[in-house]
Structure formats: C-alpha cells, structure tokens
C-alpha cells in the first residue's frame, strides 16, 4: 500500500497540497476532510498563549496539543513542530522525535533550518523519522521584527543551496516561509519533493496557513494571511444571543430541560 508519505510527494506537479495548522480536537476534525497535512505548529506559542516568540514553547505543549488533534485526524498526514532546543544535537534530537512520534501517533515532524541542522535531520531520517524541512522566515532563530527572505543574493543563494541539501538528505518536503516569490518558485522548480508555501506565493507545491489566521479568529494583519471566515465575529453573535435569551428568561426553555 502506498504510504501517506509517498502520496504527499507524488502530488507534486499534480495538485496542490493542502495544509493547515490545528493545536486541537475539534478544529482537526473541521478541516481533515480538505486537507492533506495537518501541521500541528509551534506557532500555538502565539496564537494561543500570547507568547512574544516560538522559542517559550515546551515539548510537553505540543504533545499534549498534538494528542488532542490527533483524535481529530483521519485522513490527513499529522505533522509535528520540534520545538526550540528540542533538537540542538544528534541525540538529543533522536530521543525527542521518538517521544513526540509515540506518544502524539504523529505520521512526521518538523524542524526549522538549513545546513546548520543537515546531520540532524540526516540522524532522524536514517532513524525512520521522517521529517519536513523549514527554510526562508525560521520563527525559532528570528529577534525582533520578521521580514521576508530573498532581498540579498548571499540570503538567495542560501535558501536555494539549503532546500537542495534538505532534498539530499530525504526529507519528503520544505515548508518556504515568507520567501521572494521568485525564489519560491525556482526552488519549486529545481526539487523533486514538494514545497508548502506560507507567503511565499503560488508557485510553491502546497499552501499552509494558521488556522486561527485562515478563519478569522485571531487580529493578524499580516500581508499573506488571507481571512476566509470570520468565526471571532460568528462566537461573538452566539455569545450575545445566549447572553440575551438568559436574561429574557427565553433558554433554557422546557425543550432544554429536564
Ligand atoms: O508553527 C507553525 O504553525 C508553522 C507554520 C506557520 C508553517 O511552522
């Protein structure tokens, strides 16, 4: 039978590839039916518990996160994000992915980096952990503002030379963050295994966004997120309605109670 793995790469040049991120239960089952990954990323140091970087973000948060999206998923490849310092060397590393792949049942994981983490990803891969790669913004390594990748040549050259050496090493595909619309494209190009973009144009092989971004739960006013539902708006109106009906004596009717 082919693998979840195999079919994410065969898609390449086919159809685009589908991810969002989803830290729970509920959420992951909305989506599962129209995605092929779901990413559970470390992001939920953000989106959920307001911290100023990814970098606060524990393992044990994204266990228990990715335990609770795990019921949520049929269909979809569940990948998990290696948080900061969860992956500084070899064996360190190892014994991380192995935790997060018990005990999350996850299907692979990600970790951020170009040529710096190259014998890493090498360790876990040759370990049978497959591992998606991360290149252009890397949320981890990233003081103060984030700004797109591509300007310079020297940055250029390196993501296009780092996506190549994370193809070498076997990782099944490359999330581009924030990564020059021509460079996206050209890495998309050159590479066999996908590329999932995230503000990094529509020349990538797939599209990821966050999911409180996607439906509108959150304020991000960033350029690339694109709001496709307003559901903060929606929970406000249920709030409001419920709030009115207590106070008129409405709910709970007979028809509510025992
Ligand atoms: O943490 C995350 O959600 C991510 C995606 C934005 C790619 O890494």
Do not use: W
Not at 149 to 168: A, P, Q, V
Not at 199 to 210: E, M, W
């Amino acid at each position: 039978m082919i693998s979840k793995l195999k079919k994410i790469i065969n898609k390449k040049n086919k159809s685009k590839i589908i991810c969002i991120t989803s830290y729970s239960k509920n959420v992951a089952e909305a989506i599962d039916p129209y995605t092929d990954i779901i990413l559970v990323g470390d992001s939920l140091g953000s989106v959920l518990y307001n911290y100023s970087t990814t970098r606060k973000v524990t393992l044990n948060q994204m266990i228990e996160h990715s335990k609770s999206a795990r019921l949520g998923i049929k269909n979809s490849l569940m990948v998990v994000d290696m948080p900061y310092k969860t992956y500084s060397n070899k064996r360190i590393a190892l014994k991380n992915a192995k935790r997060i792949m018990k005990e999350t049942k996850c299907d692979a994981v990600k970790i951020e980096g170009g040529s710096s983490i190259i014998k890493i990803a090498e360790y876990l891969i040759k370990n049978k952990i497959p591992v998606m790669g991360h290149l252009g913004i890397l949320p981890q390594s990233v003081k103060g503002k984030f700004k797109f990748k591509g300007k310079k040549n020297s940055e250029r050259n390196k993501i296009f030379n780092d996506s190549k050496l994370l193809e070498k090493t076997g990782v099944f595909s490359i999330v581009l963050e924030c990564v020059e619309s021509n460079l996206a494209k050209k890495i998309s190009k050159k590479l066999k295994i996908p590329t999932i973009g995230i503000g990094s144009s529509k020349f990538c092989d797939g599209q990821i966004l966050v999911i409180d971004d996607l439906i509108g739960l959150n304020e991000t006013k960033v350029r690339f997120v694109k709001k496709f539902g307003q559901i903060k708006k929606n929970i406000s109106k249920a709030a409001k309605n419920f709030s009115k009906e207590v106070k008129n004596k409405k709910y709970p009717s007979k028809r509510y109670s025992y």
